[in-house]
């Protein structure tokens, strides 16, 4: 039986349909970040589930008992907010201490409690210091030892990272995992950004326009995404308009190239496909070289970002490439290349007639 | 290293000793003046008429009544305002500019027309309510402080993420109550002193009404004196004046003792 079940949850603000009727079904000590851009109502399901606000219909259960009408002060749900939500007036210490202090713990657990906690987020020493007296990254761990403290049904974060620099975000997020798995804490994790979610969870919902677009594991997500929307937001990805020309060879068409691909086996001829490469399966080389199968695309270098080990390549035709550092420096930008295209591991997705590819910048 | 503090510029200390001069050559002369004895002749200095004003009665009955009448606006003032504005903030913004008007109105209508009218308002209510200061002026000084109470609370309210607050303290289980004073009031401290602060001047120095409904506070007292007996007058002015500003610094102290540690970080924002 699931621990945490959303079920058909709507939301709607006005004329505004912020939630669509979303199922969201969570075993006990699992973790699953609800992913998707601003506006796509993961806040909005978050704040249904911590009580801030109620569904307009769809209901919430925790081991199978409805949560309707229950306040957020009787729902035992921690929370960690994305904006700096510690009491101003108060130490860490007291920060943590705040919520064992309403349920009436005695003075001896409570401070055993406080200090395991502080411990654990490796704020041992800074216990006596005031909000303003720590970093961002320390008053986001006192929040989670703080929602923590209170030994909750459900960790509620919402974008808790968000106001961080970059480095500390990769480390604070991984510690969130360390702490959520030693605990083994069910986990409601709402984020922006695809390469946390995907890193830390055990399932990642994606979210667009008040629908869950795809729910999974990160793997799953990323090696096969079932929406345009997903493969789109999901890491960067080649999306290649076709159509299929030889569905018995397994071979579509695109931009006058025939490309033979694996997973066009079986489709009907004239059906409109989008082809999904993922910039790590393009191999590249400089243009008359030799190819492996024909199975190529032809393009011209426009630009070369580095990226440490790797470089990016955008090239005429909107098609992304990704290659080691080392032999991206002997195709320039200007020059002209073969894109090798793999006949397997390539996904196809139908596109109806009127569907186009969708565009939402380049998910990176 | 030697750390160079940037200099004043001599314009900045001019305009300086001029504000100062402002404020204290009044203060000054007015001591000057009280320092005098009314005779011709007589010698400088002396203590006559502050010995004068500490042993008046009335000086001592009136200032009591102003007092009490301030804390009494304060405590109402703050128990009308802080749940309102609190509630106003976290769930119908858009009432505050409604109330933000409504603060303006004691500014823009004359004491003398609030005064008539509140007499004709309350006609009829009970006598321990209107012939009483504690009633009658006290809700009039409530409406009088409002501009001063709302815009100090309001700006307190403004400086703190209300909203954020309030939830994270409602999921730790925290109820409206404790919430609001565990979590939202020692974090407004600075706002709500600074609104006690200039509700006690207000009422201090609060003639027409009092005058009009004919209440017997201190600044009728102030009035009556200055009218019949000048030297006198210039003592009672500086002790009154030196009364105020030690209720006002006593209000900081006890503020400040239970609110250091928030106003500490009030000042750090």
């Given at each position: 039986?699931?621990?945490l079940?959303?079920?058909?949850?709507?939301?709607q603000?006005?004329?505004?349909?912020?939630?669509?009727?979303?199922?969201?079904?969570l075993?006990?000590g699992?973790?699953?970040?609800l992913?998707?851009p601003?506006?796509?109502?993961?806040?909005?399901?978050?704040r249904?589930?911590?009580?801030?606000?109620?569904?307009s219909?769809?209901?919430?259960?925790?081991e199978g008992?409805?949560?309707?009408?229950m306040?957020?002060?009787?729902?035992d749900?921690g929370?960690v907010?994305?904006?700096?939500s510690?009491?101003?007036?108060?130490?860490?210490r007291?920060?943590?201490?705040?919520?064992l202090?309403?349920?009436?713990?005695?003075?001896?657990?409570?401070?055993?409690?406080?200090?395991?906690?502080?411990?654990?987020?490796?704020?041992?020493?800074?216990?006596?210091?005031?909000?303003?007296?720590?970093?961002?990254?320390?008053?986001?761990?006192?929040?989670?030892a703080?929602?923590?403290?209170?030994?909750?049904r459900?960790?509620?974060?919402?974008?808790?990272?968000?106001?961080?620099d970059?480095?500390?975000?990769?480390?604070?997020?991984?510690?969130?995992r360390?702490?959520q798995?030693?605990l083994?804490?069910?986990?409601?994790?709402?984020?922006?950004?695809?390469?946390?979610?995907?890193?830390i969870?055990d399932?990642?919902?994606?979210m667009?326009?008040?629908v869950i677009?795809?729910?999974g594991?990160?793997s799953?997500m990323?090696?096969?995404?079932?929406?345009?929307?997903v493969?789109e937001?999901i890491?960067?990805?080649?999306?290649?308009?076709a159509?299929?020309?030889?569905?018995?060879a397994?071979e579509?068409?695109?931009?006058?190239?025939?490309?033979?691909?694996?997973?066009?086996?079986?489709r009907?001829?004239?059906?409109?496909v989008?082809?999904?490469?993922?910039p790590?399966?393009?191999?590249?080389?400089?243009?008359?070289?030799?190819?492996?199968?024909?199975?190529?695309l032809?393009?011209?270098v426009?630009?070369?970002?580095?990226?440490g080990p790797?470089?990016?390549l955008?090239?005429?035709g909107?098609l992304?490439?990704?290659?080691?550092t080392?032999?991206?420096s002997?195709?320039?930008?200007?020059?002209?290349?073969?894109?090798?295209?793999?006949?397997?591991?390539?996904q196809?997705?139908t596109?109806g007639?009127?569907?186009?590819?969708?565009?939402?910048?380049e998910?990176? | 290293?030697?750390?160079?503090?940037?200099?004043?510029?001599?314009?900045a200390?001019?305009?300086l000793?001029l504000?100062g001069?402002?404020?204290?050559?009044p203060?000054?002369?007015?001591?000057?003046?009280?320092?005098?004895k009314?005779?011709?002749?007589a010698?400088?200095?002396?203590?006559?008429?502050?010995?004068?004003v500490?042993?008046?009665?009335d000086?001592?009955?009136t200032?009591?009544?102003?007092?009490?009448?301030?804390?009494?606006?304060?405590v109402?003032?703050?128990?009308?305002?802080?749940?309102?504005?609190?509630?106003v903030h976290?769930?119908?913004p858009?009432?505050?500019?409604?109330?933000?008007?409504?603060?303006?109105?004691?500014?823009?209508?004359?004491?003398?027309?609030?005064?008539?009218?509140?007499l004709?308002?309350?006609?009829?209510?009970?006598?321990?309510?209107?012939a009483?200061?504690?009633?009658?002026l006290?809700?009039?000084?409530?409406?009088l402080?409002?501009?001063?109470?709302?815009f100090s609370?309001?700006?307190?309210?403004?400086?703190?993420?209300?909203?954020?607050?309030t939830?994270?303290?409602?999921?730790?289980g925290a109820?409206w109550?404790?919430?609001?004073?565990?979590?939202?009031?020692?974090?407004i401290?600075?706002?709500?002193l600074?609104?006690?602060?200039?509700?006690?001047?207000v009422?201090?120095?609060?003639?027409?009404i009092?005058n009009?409904?004919?209440?017997?506070?201190?600044?009728i007292?102030?009035?009556?004196?200055?009218?019949?007996?000048?030297f006198p007058?210039?003592?009672?002015?500086?002790l009154?004046?030196?009364?105020?500003?030690?209720?006002?610094l006593?209000?900081?102290?006890?503020?400040?003792?239970?609110?250091?540690?928030?106003?500490?970080?009030?000042?750090a924002?």
């Open positions: 039986m699931s621990y079940q959303l079920e058909n949850l709507h939301r603000f006005g004329s505004f349909q912020a939630l669509k009727g979303i199922d969201i079904s075993g006990e699992e973790f699953l970040s992913l998707g601003s506006g796509c109502g993961k806040t909005t399901a978050l249904l589930v911590a009580g801030f606000d109620r569904p219909a769809g209901r919430i259960l925790i008992k409805d949560l309707q009408g306040p957020p002060n009787k729902r749900m929370m907010f994305q904006a700096y510690l009491f101003p007036n108060m130490t860490a007291q920060n943590v201490e705040f919520g202090k309403i349920r009436g713990r005695d003075k001896s657990d409570r401070t055993k409690r406080v200090t395991d906690l502080l411990e654990l987020v490796g704020l041992g020493h800074a216990g006596d210091r005031f909000p303003h007296q720590l970093s961002g990254g320390m008053q986001q761990r006192v929040a989670l703080r929602a923590l403290a209170i030994e909750p459900v960790l509620l974060l919402d974008e808790p990272l968000s106001a961080l970059a480095k500390v975000r990769v480390q604070l997020r991984e510690e969130i360390r702490i798995l030693e083994g804490i069910t986990t409601l994790y709402v984020t922006h950004d695809q390469e946390e979610a995907l890193a969870s399932h990642v919902a994606v667009y326009g008040g677009e795809q729910m594991t990160p799953e990323y090696t096969a995404p079932k929406t345009p929307f493969a937001f890491g960067t990805m080649n999306r290649l308009q159509h299929i020309v030889d569905g018995a397994g579509v068409e695109h931009a006058g190239n025939r490309l033979r691909i694996d997973a066009a086996r079986g009907t001829n004239g059906e409109r989008l082809i999904l490469i993922r790590e399966a393009l191999d590249l080389q400089a243009a008359g070289g030799a190819t492996a199968n024909g199975n190529t032809t393009a011209e426009l630009t070369q970002t580095f990226l790797v470089t990016r955008k090239m005429t909107g992304i490439a990704d290659m080691s080392a032999r991206a002997a195709l320039p930008v200007g020059a002209s290349v073969v894109a090798q295209v793999p006949a397997d591991g390539i196809l997705l596109l007639d009127d569907e186009g590819v969708p565009d939402i910048g998910g990176t | 290293m030697k750390i160079h503090r940037p200099r004043m510029a001599p314009s200390v001019v305009w000793l504000a001069a402002y404020f204290f050559l203060l000054y002369a007015t001591l000057d003046f009280s320092l005098k009314n005779a011709i002749g010698p400088c200095c002396t203590l006559h008429n502050y010995g004068w500490i042993h008046n009665g000086f001592w009955h200032i009591k009544i102003s007092f009490i009448l301030a804390l009494e606006t304060i109402i003032s703050l128990l009308l305002f802080v749940p309102t504005i609190y509630w976290l769930k119908v858009k009432l505050r500019p409604v109330l933000a008007f409504m603060a303006l109105v004691p500014f823009v209508v004359p004491p003398i027309v609030m005064v008539v009218g509140l004709k308002t309350f006609k009829g209510t009970p006598h321990w309510f209107y009483e200061p504690w009633g009658f006290a809700t009039a000084y409530v409406i402080a409002f501009p001063y109470t709302f609370l309001d700006a307190g309210f403004r400086a703190i993420d209300v909203h954020t607050l939830e994270a303290s409602q999921s730790l109820k109550t404790t919430t609001l004073f565990k979590v939202i009031l020692p974090n401290r600075t706002a709500a600074g609104a006690a602060f200039l509700t006690l001047a009422v201090m120095g609060e003639f027409t009092a009009l409904a004919a209440f017997h506070t201190f600044p007292f102030l009035q009556y004196v200055n009218e019949s007996q000048g007058a210039g003592a009672l002015t500086l009154s004046f030196m009364i105020t500003w030690g209720a006002m006593s209000l900081l102290l006890v503020g400040r003792k239970r609110g250091a540690r928030s106003a500490v970080i009030a000042g924002r």
